[in-house]
């Protein structure tokens, strides 16, 4: 008998082996990228640098790892909590192993504080993004569906900032990820997205003695996102103002409105009666500010600001060149 020409079982082996090399590849670059971001939020800030010995940290959406590994190698840190989606679920695989981390997997969409492992930190990073198949590992998310990709970001955030907060200790920071896209001023996405961002600022101002943006100048620098770090956490503040009500209230909303057009949701109306113009200006710039350098980065012909980095060996080459960069200015 002749030999077959195509092996079908072979084919779908090699197709599943080039898979998981892929996804291999794609959660260090992932991974490789966050822990550069973290690198740079501790450049910026003079409070990551004035960290009590002996901090404590909740990681929400902490996979592959990133962020944790790099505050797990501050030798102040005594101890890292993480909650990550399981990847049977369509969650990034985790790729951080240490005595001092404790992971818990589960869907932030179906955790309460309650459920949490962890009791008090003095940092809280809320990281964890609203999944799609596009993005999700081994291209298949079975977790929870919201009626459109606006109630499912907004949900997420909500419940991130609930469970978060509530385990934030007096003086604590807060980080997380956003996201903004200017568009034309008529358009009514734009228009309610900037009303909820501008209350959700707000919000944050009243519970933070500082709230201030970084965008990253080498990761991700093109897409819209960049993160927010609010330091001095008022707790008192939250508590006297039922602010975990607010908060949970806002996610059960969300997930369970008929309302299914996201621009006629209504996030965080309760907020307006602490917002000000003054307040409202000032947020307004710090979008501008995002949107401009996001431009800045697109249009910058720089080997290092003007690409996206989604290549490993140039991942890690940047990032020896950046630490080389430190050094080298540390002895200036
Ligand atoms: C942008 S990645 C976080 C990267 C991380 N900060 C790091 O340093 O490596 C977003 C993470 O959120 C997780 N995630 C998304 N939806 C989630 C959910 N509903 N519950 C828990 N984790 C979720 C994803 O699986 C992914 O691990």
Redesign the pocket.
């Known amino acids: 008998m002749e030999q077959p020409l195509y092996n079908e079982y072979a084919a779908q082996l090699a197709y599943t082996e080039d898979r998981q090399l892929t996804a291999q590849y794609e959660t260090e670059v992932?991974?490789q990228k966050?822990?550069g971001v973290?690198d740079e939020l501790y450049e910026a800030h003079d409070y990551l640098r004035s960290l009590v010995p002996g901090f404590k940290f909740l990681?929400?959406?902490?996979?592959?790892?990133?962020?944790?590994s790099y505050l797990l190698e501050d030798p102040r840190c005594a101890m890292g909590f993480g909650?990550?989606?399981p990847s049977t679920l369509?969650?990034?695989p985790m790729r951080l192993r240490s005595s001092n981390f404790l992971l818990q997997q589960?869907?932030?969409?179906e955790l309460g504080p309650g459920d949490l492992i962890c009791k008090e930190v003095h940092i809280c990073?809320c990281?964890?993004?609203?999944?799609r198949n596009e993005v999700a590992?081994d291209e298949k998310y079975t977790?929870?569906r919201c009626r459109s990709k606006q109630h499912g970001v907004w949900a997420?955030l909500m419940k991130q900032f609930w469970l978060g907060l509530t385990r934030l200790l007096p003086g604590g920071l807060l980080i997380f990820?956003f996201g903004w896209r200017d568009g034309p001023p008529e358009d009514l996405a734009t228009v309610w997205y900037k009303k909820c961002t501008l209350r959700l600022f707000a919000l944050l101002k009243d519970l933070f003695a500082q709230v201030k943006e970084v965008k990253s100048d080498h990761f991700n620098s093109l897409h819209s996102s960049f993160y927010v770090c609010c330091f001095g956490f008022n707790r008192k503040r939250f508590e006297d103002r039922g602010v975990a009500k607010l908060l949970g209230h806002t996610f059960n909303y969300l997930v369970t409105t008929r309302i299914s057009d996201a621009n006629q949701l209504e996030i965080l109306p309760q907020v307006d009666s602490i917002r000000s113009t003054a307040l409202d200006e000032h947020f307004s710039k710090m979008l501008d500010r995002m949107e401009k350098l996001r431009v800045v980065h697109e249009q910058s012909q720089s080997p290092i600001a003007g690409t996206e980095h989604d290549n490993l060996a140039e991942i890690r080459e940047l990032r020896k060149e950046l630490k080389t960069r430190r050094a080298e200015a540390a002895t200036r």
């Open positions: 992932h991974f966050c822990y973290m990681d929400l959406g902490c996979a592959p790892g990133g962020f944790s909650v990550t989606l369509g969650g990034f589960g869907d932030l969409f990073i990281d964890a993004q609203y999944m590992w977790g929870v997420l990820r």
